[in-house]
Structure formats: C-alpha cells, structure tokens
C-alpha cells in the first residue's frame, strides 16, 4: 500500500488565509508522513515555476494540480505532468474567470477550459464543504475519478455505498514554514509503481483503497508517525501513568469533530447537586417534547394577546353613549352631519390568510411527487393548475380591492374629522359589533382549551435501553415555578392569584415588564420528565449516572469519533455487560471508538476489533512512552518501530492484575459454584 496526498496548497490566493509557503518544510512534510506521492492543487491557481522547484527537490512523483471554484463548489483537476505549460494556459484561463471572494465557472466553462476531462484525475468535494451537488454534480460525475470527504467517519461510510464514488481523506494543508504538525489525513492505495496511470486506477476501484497501509479500511493513522486505531471498537490498556489519557488527549486534538467522555464525568457527587443539574439537563434535552407539544397553544395564545376585553367594553360604553347622545339631539342636526359620509361605516378590509393558506395547499398537491398517481387518479394535472391560476387571480384581486378600501377609509376619516370639527352634532363612536362578538367567543374559548391544558396526565413515553423518559404536564402550584419556567428573576405572585382564571392571568402577565411575550405560552402549564428504571420506579443516583452515560453514548453518533475514559469507575460489570457494551459495540460499526479500561467486563467481553496497549519505560535515564498495537488474535503487539510485547501477557497483566492472581481467582469462583 503507497500512501499518498492529491489536496496540497503551495500559494495563498482569496480563498485561503495569507501564509508564506516553505520548501523545507514540504520536503520534512513528505519525509515525516512517508508520502509516496503528492499533488499540488491551489485554489483556482497553478505556479509552474514553484512546482517545478517543488517537483526537483521532493524526490517523489509530484503532479500538477488545481482545485476549481466550480459552481459554488470545489473540484481537485490532476494532470499527468506530460504537458505543463498547457496545463498552466488552462489554469490561467481559470484564474482569469474567478478573480473575487464568491467568484465560479460553470460546468461548461470548466469543460470548454480542460477539453477531455477523461485525461485527468477529477476529485470533487462531496462530503465536504463547500461540495459539488445537484445538476453539476450530475454533469461531472461521469468523469469523477474519486470524491474527497473530510472525515474517516464518512470515508467508512461512503466506501460501503455502492451508489457513491470512492471516497479518499486528504490533508488539504497549506504548507508554511510556521506550521510544526501536519494533519494525518492521507489515503492509501494498492498499487506497485507510483505513476498517475496507477494512481487513477486505483481509485477508481474501491477495493484498491484504504485509510492505513495494512489491512485496508480496518484500520487507519491517527498520529503522524502512522500509529493506527480501528475504524472500529478499540480498547486502550496500560498500567497506572503510563499514557492512557495523554493518548486519548491527542486523539480528541488531532480529530476535531470527536466525542470524549471523561473519567468520574457522570459520577453523582452530591444528591441535591446532582438531581438538580440531571432535572435541568433532562429539561434541556427533551425542551423539544414540550415545544411540539405546546405548539397549538402558542398560537392560540398569540391570538389572544391582541384581545383586549376592557378596551372592548370601554369602545362598546362609548359606543352606547354617543348613540343615545346622536338620537336625543336629531334637533341639532345641520349640514354638516346631515353629510352622508359624516354616519359612513368604514369598509371591512377582511384578511387574505385563509386565501394564501388554499393556494399553498394546492401547490402542494400540484408539485407533490410522492402520491401523484393516487392525485391524478381524482384530479387532472390541467384541473390544478388552473385552480391555482383562478385562485392567485383572486387573491390579486382582493389585495387590489383592498388597497382601494384601505384609502377609502383614511379619506372617509379624514373628511369625518373635518366635519366633526364643525358641526354642534354628537357624532356616533365607530365600533366593530360582529368583532365584538367574537373576541368574547375567543375569551371563552380560550379559558375552556387553558384549563383541559391544565389537567394532569402524560404527554410523552420514550424507552431507553432499560430506561422510560416520562414527560407529564400538570398546573403550576406556585409563583415560584413560574419564575423557574420564565427564566428570569421577575415577581409572578399578583399574576398566579389570577392563575384560575387563563385569560386574567394572561393580561396580568402582560403588564409585567421584562416578561417577553413569545414565552408566555411556556407559563401557562408546566411539564416535568422523569426517568423510570426498569421496574418503573424513579431511578436513583447510580441509576441516574447510567442514564448519562447512555445518553453521551448515544449523542455520539454526531460525532466522527468516540473516546471514553475508563468506565468501569462509575459503573457495575451487570450495567456495562448488558448495556454499555452493546451499544459501544454497535456504535464502532459506523464510528471509530476507543474506550481506556483496565475492566476485564469491557476490555475483554466488548469484542474489540483492536488493541493498544500504552507503555512507560526508562531508557538511557529518561521516560520513554510507547504505544503498542494490534489485533486481539495476534500472539504480540507491536510499535510503530518494530518492537513487540506479548498480547498474552499484557491482557491478563491489564484486565486480571496477572496470570496468578487469575488463576487464583478461577479457583475461588470454582469452589463456591453450585
């Protein structure tokens, strides 16, 4: 297997931040990685001068390259080095159209530009970003090579689709003189001589292409020096200092996308402490219930913020008032009041939600893909379409009539106002009575759906390995826990007095300033979760620290990778048998997880596709630390400088305390069996 690297920036152009390129260290670069071939591809750029240079003083095949700014996307172009000056008159062309931040050639233009695309290796960005997708990636993917992704997590994933195309992990890393480390992402092809003929041929086979240089995809390089873990379950083991957590501290900074759960981190500490922080976790975690279930009420509730009864009554009294005033000074009238716009009524605007509403849902069956057969079979294509035709045309219309009436009546005010101010007539308070009306239905309503919100009952059940999250809804009993739901330090106590009452307690929690108004749908129920072991009792604490622990397990699958540090501190052998080892086991199927343990539970029943073993020794009168690896079935471990320790020895060293104090305790468990 020949390691190589095809994504390599030499020159700082718009794309990149500004660095200052340095021979020496690509040439230490190559060294330390023990590249057997390289590219380099620079945004949108191809310096021949500095390649050449580049090309003299690596002493490995190096290929020119470029990496394309293609339809907001990027495309690593690979030639074979045969024709560099024809190769830099196509860059050149390419850096002439992307001159700006922002700045892309289409499909075709990159075509025009290139000619046979089949004469290159063609890499495209597709699980990373910012990735070739939709009708370019359509158009390109006849004459893809591989896609680049920017994780082995996705690597694993993309290389057992068959529908996708071989996946490769490069560093893309700029090379400068200020840089000490280099990533180590590099990929692994199966091939003899390194030429760009091989090179393309390889890739295009999946069979031919691998993250480590043993083994395929088994296994792959975290460090630089090219230790290896396994992409999937990997146990670390090693006596008291000797370089468990160091090792699992650079895993976790040499991946940035990587999950660690620390040792002692989900240990209960103290009672009251720990249940609160676990309440408002669990609270956090699960805020999504309570948002989709409160969902309905908060646009209910959003309604009845705008409905003001008091204000209502008081327009209503003024209403009466200057109606009776009107009729008992008919003698007063003049030519003022006699105006007949002077007792106009207003035009009712109306509003067009319901209209816009319909015409959505009728776009919706008329561009729906997945049941058109069953649509088309009751409704023709020509039908809908011309149904949404007549209803924009409506809704067109009544925005127009609108605009009209809208003018209509700030003149109609307008002119009232002016002769208001001239007539000695009482002129009649304008009040909506059909809205009147149906804001006192709403209030009704509104008590009616607050109180059935109100009643205790359970709105959620969630099984969890052994576990059942419980959300319950019930009223508030204090002011207290509504400033706990709010959020914020205000005073509730004149509000909860009108709790009994939704719609008063609404208007009260209204006038407390500070109190924003799209929360309050959170204050009018309150909803708790509880976790239930498996004989449906509230769990205690150790119960508790196992739900976590599941629960980081499980959040883990967002992650590139797992690292967790000794588990067996916090948990019993029953615990991490049945259920953290299922799961770990089932995770490392699509993510690399490395778990530290000196627990034959974990270490030895987990089923571990690899072993490390962490080692301290003194050399020469200095600590020196190493880092043994292999398969579990292999008679020794070995570095990555050839020395090797026995697999025998160092599990029962590392999971039994040694082979006598195993032998020994076999023979208790021998004496005391049934």
């Given at each position: 297997?020949?390691?190589?690297?095809?994504?390599?920036?030499?020159?700082?152009?718009?794309?990149?931040?500004?660095?200052?390129?340095?021979?020496?260290?690509?040439?230490?670069?190559?060294?330390?990685?023990?590249?057997?071939?390289?590219?380099?591809?620079?945004?949108?750029?191809?310096?021949?001068?500095?390649?050449?240079?580049?090309?003299?003083?690596?002493?490995?095949?190096?290929?020119?390259?470029?990496?394309?700014?293609?339809?907001?996307?990027?495309?690593?172009?690979?030639?074979?080095?045969?024709?560099?000056?024809?190769?830099?008159?196509?860059?050149?062309?390419?850096?002439?159209?992307?001159?700006?931040?922002?700045?892309?050639?289409?499909?075709?233009?990159?075509?025009?530009?290139?000619?046979?695309?089949?004469?290159?290796?063609?890499?495209?960005?597709?699980?990373?970003?910012?990735?070739?997708?939709?009708?370019?990636?359509?158009?390109?993917?006849?004459?893809?090579?591989?896609?680049?992704?920017?994780?082995?997590?996705?690597?694993?994933?993309?290389?057992?689709?068959?529908?996708?195309?071989?996946?490769?992990?490069?560093?893309?890393?700029?090379?400068?003189?200020?840089?000490?480390?280099?990533?180590?992402?590099?990929?692994?092809?199966?091939?003899?001589?390194?030429?760009?003929?091989?090179?393309?041929?390889?890739?295009?086979?999946?069979?031919?292409?691998?993250?480590?240089?043993?083994?395929?995809?088994?296994?792959?390089?975290?460090?630089?020096?090219?230790?290896?873990?396994?992409?999937?379950?990997?146990?670390?083991?090693?006596?008291?200092?000797?370089?468990?957590?160091?090792?699992?501290?650079?895993?976790?900074?040499?991946?940035?996308?990587?999950?660690?759960?620390?040792?002692?981190?989900?240990?209960?500490?103290?009672?009251?402490?720990?249940?609160?922080?676990?309440?408002?976790?669990?609270?956090?975690?699960?805020?999504?219930?309570?948002?989709?279930?409160?969902?309905?009420?908060?646009?209910?509730?959003?309604?009845?913020?705008?409905?003001?009864?008091?204000?209502?009554?008081?327009?209503?009294?003024?209403?009466?008032?200057?109606?009776?005033?009107?009729?008992?000074?008919?003698?007063?009238?003049?030519?003022?009041?006699?105006?007949?716009?002077?007792?106009?009524?207003?035009?009712?605007?109306?509003?067009?939600?319901?209209?816009?509403?319909?015409?959505?849902?009728?776009?919706?069956?008329?561009?729906?893909?997945?049941?058109?057969?069953?649509?088309?079979?009751?409704?023709?294509?020509?039908?809908?379409?011309?149904?949404?035709?007549?209803?924009?045309?409506?809704?067109?219309?009544?925005?127009?009539?609108?605009?009209?009436?809208?003018?209509?009546?700030?003149?109609?005010?307008?002119?009232?106002?002016?002769?208001?101010?001239r007539t000695s007539a009482t002129q009649i308070e304008e009040i909506d009575l059909y809205d009147y009306k149906i804001s006192i239905s709403k209030v009704h309503k509104f008590r009616e759906i607050a109180k059935n919100l109100r009643a205790e009952s359970t709105i959620s059940t969630e099984s969890i390995q052994g576990f059942k999250v419980e959300a319950k809804k019930m009223p508030f009993t204090g002011a207290l826990e509504i400033r706990a739901a709010s959020g914020t330090k205000l005073a509730f106590s004149d509000a909860y007095k009108r709790y009994d009452d939704a719609y008063a307690y609404l208007r009260e929690l209204i006038k407390i300033d500070g109190c924003n108004r799209s929360e309050l749908y959170k204050l009018f129920v309150?909803?708790?979760?509880?976790?239930?072991?498996?004989?449906?009792?509230?769990?205690?604490?150790?119960?508790?620290?196992?739900?976590?622990?599941?629960?980081?397990?499980?959040?883990?699958?967002?992650?590139?990778?797992?690292?967790?540090?000794?588990?067996?501190?916090?948990?019993?052998?029953?615990?991490?048998?049945?259920?953290?080892?299922?799961?770990?086991?089932?995770?490392?199927?699509?993510?690399?997880?490395?778990?530290?343990?000196?627990?034959?539970?974990?270490?030895?029943?987990?089923?571990?596709?690899?072993?490390?073993?962490?080692?301290?020794?003194?050399?020469?009168?200095?600590?020196?630390?190493?880092?043994?690896?292999?398969?579990?079935?292999?008679?020794?471990?070995?570095?990555?400088?050839?020395?090797?320790?026995?697999?025998?020895?160092?599990?029962?060293?590392?999971?039994?305390?040694?082979?006598?104090?195993?032998?020994?305790?076999?023979?208790?468990?021998?004496?005391?069996?049934?």
């Open positions: 297997m020949k390691k190589i690297d095809l994504h390599i920036h030499t020159v700082a152009t718009i794309s990149d931040a500004p660095f200052e390129f340095c021979l020496e260290s690509f040439v230490r670069y190559v060294s330390d990685a023990k590249l057997a071939a390289v590219a380099v591809t620079n945004h949108d750029v191809f310096d021949d001068d500095q390649f050449r240079q580049i090309k003299h003083s690596l002493g490995i095949p190096v290929f020119p390259g470029i990496e394309v700014n293609l339809a907001q996307g990027h495309v690593l172009v690979i030639a074979d080095g045969s024709d560099i000056e024809g190769f830099k008159e196509k860059c050149d062309r390419i850096s002439q159209k992307v001159v700006a931040i922002g700045d892309s050639v289409t499909f075709e233009q990159f075509q025009a530009i290139f000619g046979d695309l089949s004469r290159y290796i063609i890499i495209p960005h597709l699980d990373k970003n910012p990735a070739i997708q939709g009708t370019t990636l359509e158009k390109l993917l006849p004459f893809v090579t591989a896609g680049e992704v920017d994780s082995p997590k996705k690597f694993i994933r993309a290389i057992k689709d068959d529908t996708r195309p071989t996946p490769v992990l490069f560093s893309d890393v700029r090379i400068r003189a200020d840089k000490p480390k280099y990533p180590s992402r590099h990929t692994y092809i199966d091939c003899g001589a390194v030429t760009f003929d091989a090179i393309r041929l390889c890739l295009s086979d999946k069979q031919k292409v691998a993250l480590s240089e043993r083994d395929g995809n088994n296994l792959w390089p975290v460090f630089l020096n090219g230790q290896k873990i396994s992409t999937g379950l990997n146990i670390l083991l090693g006596e008291r200092s000797s370089g468990k957590t160091y090792t699992l501290n650079k895993i976790r900074d040499n991946i940035e996308s990587s999950k660690y759960i620390d040792q002692f981190s989900l240990v209960q500490r103290d009672d009251y402490g720990d249940e609160r922080e676990f309440q408002n976790d669990l609270q956090k975690k699960r805020g999504l219930i309570s948002e989709e279930y409160l969902g309905p009420f908060r646009n209910v509730l959003n309604e009845m913020i705008n409905i003001d009864l008091s204000s209502l009554e008081r327009r209503l009294d003024r209403y009466l008032t200057s109606l009776l005033a009107s009729a008992a000074e008919a003698d007063r009238q003049d030519a003022f009041s006699k105006v007949c716009l002077y007792k106009e009524a207003e035009f009712n605007v109306g509003e067009a939600a319901t209209l816009h509403e319909l015409i959505e849902a009728v776009r919706k069956v008329v561009e729906n893909v997945e049941f058109r057969s069953v649509i088309d079979k009751y409704v023709s294509p020509a039908a809908l379409q011309a149904l949404m035709c007549e209803l924009i045309d409506v809704a067109r219309q009544r925005a127009f009539d609108g605009k009209k009436k809208r003018i209509a009546n700030e003149l109609l005010k307008d002119i009232k106002q002016q002769l208001s101010l309150r909803i708790d979760y509880q976790i239930l072991n498996s004989h449906g009792y509230p769990v205690s604490g150790g119960e508790r620290s196992e739900f976590r622990l599941l629960q980081s397990i499980m959040d883990a699958k967002d992650y590139d990778i797992l690292l967790i540090d000794e588990p067996e501190s916090s948990f019993d052998n029953l615990f991490l048998n049945s259920d953290v080892n299922k799961i770990l086991k089932s995770l490392s199927q699509f993510m690399p997880v490395v778990v530290v343990t000196h627990n034959s539970t974990v270490g030895a029943s987990i089923g571990a596709d690899y072993v490390l073993y962490a080692s301290r020794v003194v050399d020469d009168g200095g600590v020196v630390y190493r880092i043994y690896s292999g398969h579990p079935s292999d008679k020794v471990l070995s570095t990555v400088d050839g020395k090797t320790i026995s697999t025998h020895t160092v599990m029962l060293n590392a999971l039994e305390a040694g082979q006598k104090t195993y032998l020994e305790r076999q023979r208790h468990y021998e004496i005391i069996e049934d």
